[in-house]
């Protein structure tokens, strides 16, 4: 009996490995709200040094804010989903990982599309994009869909099987 390696997630049968996607959906909401907070805590920081910033150029720097918590969110989601451990600090506490169709670690760029599309698809559609979750085989949102990605859990790739 061999272990299931973790970039043959492709050829994995959601009916025969439902291990993988157990719970993913309740899970990633819970972390939704870890990484909500963390973002606007990273943003209020950031929001620090805007301030300043724009007392060094006389104003200017202020504009900034318009758009200060989307850059936030796109480096958080970068940074971490884009990283080496393929998941947020969020996904990480309840030990989610996203992997992209083929198995492999999405990139920084990947990540990126992913969150964008992720908050483009909660503006059009609000949290009705959880409704796509229950139609799905792997549980995977619309914009897990888009980007070829799939939500699973890090303790089922370590089974053996």
């Known amino acids: 009996m061999s272990t299931m390696e973790p970039d043959a997630l492709s050829a994995r049968d959601p009916l025969k490995y439902m291990a993988l ?3 993913v959906r309740t899970k990633r909401i ?3 709200f ?11 920081l950031a929001g620090i040094a805007v301030f300043f910033l724009g007392i060094f150029t006389l104003g200017i720097g202020w504009l900034a804010y318009a758009f200060l918590w989307q850059g936030v969110a796109i480096l958080y989601s ?3 989903l884009g990283g080496p451990s393929s998941a947020t600090p969020g996904m990480r506490a309840f030990g989610l990982q996203l992997r992209l169709d ?4 999405p990139t920084p760029l990947v990540a990126i599309a992913h969150v964008v ?6 503006g059009m559609i609000t949290p009705l994009v959880l409704v796509v979750s229950l139609f799905s085989d792997k ?3 619309l914009h897990d869909i888009i980007v070829g990605g799939v ?5 089922a790739l370590a089974r053996p099987y």
């Open 34 to 44: 870890i990484d909500v907070m963390a973002i606007l805590f990273f943003t209020f």
């Open 78 to 80: 970068a940074f971490t």
């Open 151 to 155: 939500v699973v859990n890090t303790a």
């Open 117 to 122: 599309l992720f908050w483009i698809s909660m």
């Open 139 to 141: 549980k995977r949102l």
């Open 102 to 105: 083929d198995g492999s670690r």
């Open 30 to 32: 819970l972390a939704f």
């Open 21 to 23: 996607f157990e719970g």
